[in-house]
């Protein structure tokens, strides 16, 4: 009886839209009276395939627990996904049961936030389900976040004051005559602070052998120093972080510098290049390391139909992305010291694919030749998008990865109103996930074009 009601609700709710866009301008107040009337109760008795905001995935997991048939069919999806051979077991029967089960849970849509507490253990309930329903896809998505007002996001205003201060402290090459290092300004500007001098001093000791002798058996320990650059990158402000990684250079000894900021020789270079494809399945099978990828894939992917090339015009999102992949199995660095031709990689190559060679040239693609993401570098190494003419591919570019995915963190930072346009679209991007705040701006979106 309850999901006729709701379900009744639901209807009059669409043919409200439906008479909205009939009837004359003040159909446009019966609209909003005929919402605020039913949105209430249609979304506290929807399940979590309806309008319901979701919770985070701890939250969920605590829910499940306490209902048996629930909790019961979590350990065997858990079963199921242990192991190589995950495509077999989840063709089981008793797995796909499973499934079907948790997908009317809280699980099912719940989500996780960069650097909340007991992230990797949200993860892990969040892959636990969306790991079964996306395997065998080229990319799965991430745990998305609420969605955010387009022009007030903390983050974003730390990435703001990132590029001004790049620009305050002399990070700019203005005066060809006279020699110029932004890179080497940025790690002095690091060194005056305390917190970056101190997690910085602390890289540079995990990430390098400590006597020559260990050099020779192991040049270091990579798990260490990966953890120490995630450490660096989580706790040192991104006003001291970003320059390090993203200064403007124009000579080789800068673009050098640039490159030795991850400690590459520990935390990026092997003797010999391992496939990309058996580098990103190694990724996958890690919870913090296939949501960090995912990421990186919906929010760098070259977007033809923007100035920027970046998905919605937002080269913060790209960077805050990039970022996070560093210190993981697929650690993103500059491939050289080109100071006129950036190139992206992580440190493997397509030898050996097979028939599958194709599909490693895509996921190398995705680095070596992304737009948005040399746009967004070369943006904030020069301090503003004022005056860039962003890099722009001679053919459309075709997204490599499903258009549907949703990123784990969503943000809109437009650095220079004037220059690039503002199209409000943190609804579309969001899914809608908290209903209630966002109904009145975007209910179309989520209606006719939800995910």
Not at 92 to 113: F, H
Not at 184 to 213: F, G, H, V, Y
Request: charged share 20%.
């Amino acid at each position: 009886m309850n999901g006729t009601v709701h379900g009744a609700e639901s209807t009059f709710l669409f043919f409200s839209l439906f008479f909205f866009y009939k009837i004359t301008p003040t159909g446009f107040f019966f609209f909003l009276v005929v919402l605020s009337m039913v949105s209430h109760s249609a979304l506290s008795g929807l399940g979590t395939h309806g309008w319901r905001a979701p919770m985070d995935c701890l939250r969920a997991s605590e829910v499940c627990n306490q209902n048996s048939q629930c909790s019961s069919r979590f350990r065997i999806m858990r079963q199921c996904l242990v192991g190589r051979d995950r495509t077999t077991m989840l063709g089981n029967r008793e797995c796909q049961a499973a499934l079907e089960v948790l997908q009317d849970s809280p699980l099912y849509d719940c989500r996780c936030k960069r650097g909340m507490k007991r992230e990797l253990q949200c993860l892990q309930s969040y892959w636990s389900i969306h790991m079964g329903l996306n395997e065998g896809k080229r990319i799965s998505p991430g745990p998305p976040t609420p969605c955010h007002s387009p022009r007030r996001h903390n983050s974003a205003y730390t990435f703001s004051a990132a590029i001004d201060s790049a620009s305050a402290k002399g990070n700019l090459c203005s005066d060809t005559g006279k020699p110029c290092n932004p890179c080497l300004d940025a790690a002095k500007a690091c060194n005056l602070n305390e917190t970056c001098k101190k997690q910085r001093t602390a890289l540079m000791a995990t990430c390098s052998p400590a006597t020559p002798i260990q050099q020779l058996h192991e040049p270091c320990n990579r798990k260490r120093c990966h953890r120490g650059l995630r450490q660096f990158f989580d706790r040192v402000q991104t006003e001291f972080s970003y320059p390090l990684l993203f200064c403007s250079c124009r000579d080789k000894a800068c673009a050098e510098r640039r490159r030795q900021t991850i400690m590459p020789a520990c935390s990026y270079e092997e003797k010999t290049k391992p496939n990309c494809l058996e580098l990103r399945r190694t990724c996958r099978s890690d919870p913090l390391c296939r949501s960090r990828l995912a990421d990186f894939h919906m929010n760098c992917q070259t977007t033809p139909h923007s100035i920027t090339s970046c998905p919605n015009d937002n080269y913060h999102g790209c960077l805050v992305s990039y970022v996070g992949l560093i210190g993981s199995d697929v650690t993103p660095n500059y491939v050289d010291a080109s100071h006129t031709n950036i190139t992206i990689s992580p440190w493997c190559g397509c030898r050996g694919s097979g028939n599958h060679e194709a599909e490693c040239e895509a996921f190398l693609r995705d680095f070596r030749e992304n737009t948005c993401l040399r746009n967004a570098i070369q943006a904030f190494g020069y301090g503003t998008d004022a005056g860039l003419v962003p890099i722009t591919e001679s053919q459309s570019a075709v997204p490599s990865v499903q258009t549907n995915l949703q990123p784990a963190i969503i943000t809109k930072h437009v650095i220079n109103s004037n220059d690039v346009k503002q199209i409000d679209r943190s609804c579309v991007f969001s899914t809608c996930a908290n209903l209630q705040v966002c109904l009145k701006i975007c209910v179309v979106h989520c209606i006719f074009f939800q995910y």
